[in-house]
């Protein structure tokens, strides 16, 4: 961490934005202070109608899981070789990676709040359930695995929003399409940033970072709002229907869990990495097998068709 810390003032420019020239959630709101305000909110409310019911609770889900960012930048903050010092580079990177990512819940939470079809309360009350219940993504304070977990995570994310905007791109609603657009870029460009890091941990450390690559394959990515809630529910019982609902429409399902994990094979060139243990190299014979092994049993899942009935939508 400290010798990767030395080059964090040239990592934070390549991988975030300026402040001061970043998007900003308004740049894709109706601004309140103008007249054109409320015929505005019509043409969202209209368009937000004509989106699938399934879409619409894949993207409330999202929103509480961006919104959920407190969990993530107070965890990341934890790893080892990070501290609240500002001169820590690796501090001063998860504060700036957390001012990004929270434009996005905010971004997607003003927009649910103009579009009518949400029942606002009961999204609120998921997103402070999820806060309040946590995640529990099996990395602990090691930054191998949180990375890992990260780089991982990042690409999730930009699958699922570039796929929520592409739907709304179709259904015509062009302003959600540009809203979650925007969003998969950012996720695209801090995945970059996370996979460069374990890239360069690779280089000087590979027995270490194959060890824990494995680990973390064993135990399975998580997503972090697998604690989903809804009102007068069980922690976690609203995730499978979320996660369905994803699967139906095709904006995540277990084929991206698969490709992501092919995509970090190559990306990190596990194949190639040289002078590694020997327990390290059984971790790599098993991450390598392991997009096949999931694939045969992928084949086999069957995703319920019947729609779950949301306390989030509006009726
Ligand atoms: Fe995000
Ligand atoms: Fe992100």
Redesign the pocket.
């Known amino acids: 961490m400290q010798t990767i810390d030395k080059s964090m003032g040239d990592l934070l420019v390549k991988y975030l934005k300026p402040i001061e020239e970043n998007w900003q959630p308004s740049d894709l709101l109706p601004a309140s202070e103008e007249d054109i305000f409320f015929e505005e909110i019509k043409e969202i409310q209209a368009l937000a109608q004509e989106m699938s019911y399934d879409l619409f609770a894949v993207l409330i889900g999202d929103t509480i899981?961006?919104e959920a960012?407190p969990t993530y930048e107070s965890w990341l903050m934890d790893v080892e070789g990070i501290d609240q010092d500002n001169k820590n580079g690796w501090s001063r990177w998860i504060r700036g990676w957390t001012a990004?990512?929270n434009?996005?819940?905010d971004l997607l939470n003003k927009y649910l709040y103009l579009s009518g079809r949400v029942n606002m309360r009961e999204m609120e009350i998921s997103t402070q359930h999820l806060l309040a219940d946590g995640f529990d993504i099996q990395t602990g304070r090691d930054p191998y695995r949180n990375f890992i977990y990260t780089s991982f995570q990042?690409l999730a994310?930009n699958i699922s929003?570039r796929r929520v905007a592409t739907l709304c791109k179709k259904a015509g609603n062009t302003r959600l399409a540009k809203i979650c657009g925007i969003?998969a870029a950012?996720?695209a460009r801090?995945a970059n940033a996370y996979e460069s890091f374990v890239t360069r941990i690779f280089e000087l450390d590979p027995s270490g970072i194959m060890l824990a690559f494995e680990d973390m394959m064993k135990k399975r990515i998580v997503m972090p709002a697998h604690f989903l809630t809804e009102s007068g529910g069980e922690t976690g019982d609203l995730f499978s229907h979320f996660s369905n609902a994803a699967q139906r429409i095709k904006v995540y399902t277990t084929q991206d869990y698969i490709n992501i994990l092919s995509h970090l094979l190559k990306e990190w060139d596990i194949e190639k990495i040289e002078g590694i243990s020997d327990k390290a190299e059984k971790a790599r014979d098993y991450v390598m097998a392991l997009p096949g092994r999931l694939q045969r049993i992928s084949e086999r899942i069957k995703v319920p068709e019947k729609q779950y009935q949301f306390k989030w939508i509006a009726s």
């Open positions: 899981t961006e960012l990004e990512e434009r996005h819940g990042e994310t929003h969003i950012d996720e801090h």
